[in-house]
Nanobody
Framework: QVQLLESGGGLVQTGGSLRLSCAAS????????MGWFRQAPGQEREFVAA????????YYAASVKGRFTIARDNAKNTVSLQMNSLNPEDTAVYYC????????????????WGQGTQVTVSS
């Protein structure tokens, strides 16, 4: 089973940027689709972005498309999420996740989760 560790969260002002990283250990993620989810207080966890095993297919939630960029480095066993033009509605705990297949649609369910990293955007 893969272990996922997120980093890079923090406090940023509206309009600012953050880059989240997810380091995988325990096994290679090169054959797995990877994704990012987020959960705001009092709300359900929601899909943010997903990337296929070689990075050729990417999906974004409508709320982040054009502002967030997901990427992966299979050689380093890492996934990242570059977040630009942040606004208070982006405040949430962000989770890295791996999927059981090499391609994942936004409606698919991951099988492994990280512990999450807090992102807070002040107005």
């Amino acid at each position: 089973q893969v272990q996922l560790l997120e980093s890079g969260g923090g406090l940023v002002q509206t309009g600012g940027s953050l880059r989240l990283s997810c380091a995988a250990s325990g096994r290679s993620i090169s054959d797995s689709a990877m994704g990012w989810f987020r959960q705001a207080p009092g709300q359900e966890r929601e899909f943010v972005a997903a990337i296929s095993w070689r990075g050729g297919t990417i999906y974004y939630a409508a709320s982040v498309k054009g502002r967030f960029t997901i990427a992966r480095d299979n050689a380093k066993n890492t996934v990242s999420l570059q977040m630009n033009s942040l606004n208070p509605e982006d405040t949430a705990v962000y989770y890295c996740a791996s999927y059981p297949h090499n391609l994942a649609l936004p409606t698919h369910t991951p099988d492994n989760w990280g512990q999450g990293t807090q992102v807070t955007v002040s107005s």
